[in-house]
């Protein structure tokens, strides 16, 4: 019996395109993504979106804010799953165990926005509960961000060094290249 898998797709959600945030890596990890997602959905494999929500109207991830958006991107197709979460861990507050147990679904790919957070968080529960894990390390990305001693380190770092922490403990972590040919075509 083949293994049954799912992607999943984190909070790729306008608010990302905001000035706010800063500089970025990766700046095609939403057509990574796009990629990824088109060879899944011929597979007929599960699609899960995750989107971040706040409750604090100000926020770029207020549902009344055009921030709350998946991009037009990866749009979401209507048989597709849409779990909103409020916290970094798409796992927590959600049905996505729930969801991926019920469906006998054991390997998970995580594609999104942004590295160090939501998708490093997600990951880490993921491997933690059992699943098969893979992470995709140009279908994500991170902004740079400064430490507690006000030291700046650039996006490349940041995602790197997640991707570091995660790496052979949590997940795989493959490119989206990697995926296609070394996993896509050969399930």
């Keep these: 019996m083949e293994e049954k898998k799912a992607l999943i797709i984190v909070d790729v959600q306008k608010a990302f395109d905001d000035k706010k945030w800063g500089e970025r890596n990766n700046v095609k990890a939403e057509e990574n993504i796009s990629k990824i997602l088109e060879l899944w959905r011929e597979k007929g494999w599960t ?27 990866v749009k979401p197709m209507d048989e597709e799953v849409i779990i909103t979460k409020t916290v970094n861990s798409s796992f927590i507050g959600t049905n996505l165990e729930e969801f991926l147990k019920l469906n ?45 001693n006000d030291t700046y380190y650039d996006a490349a770092t940041i995602h790197n060094i997640s991707l570091a922490t995660l790496h052979d403990e949590f997940a795989t972590i493959l490119t989206t290249d990697q995926l296609i040919n070394d996993f896509i075509k050969t399930h």
């Design 47 to 73: 699609v899960i979106y995750i989107q971040h929500t706040s409750d604090k109207p100000h926020s770029l991830f207020h549902p009344k804010n055009e921030g709350f958006a998946i991009k037009e991107i």
């Design 104 to 148: 006998e679904i054991t390997t998970v790919v995580i594609t999104g926005l942004t590295t160090p957070h939501c998708v490093s968080t997600t990951t880490r529960m993921s491997g933690n509960l059992g699943f098969d894990t893979y992470l995709i390390s140009d279908a994500t990305a991170a902004f740079g961000m400064r430490d507690q």
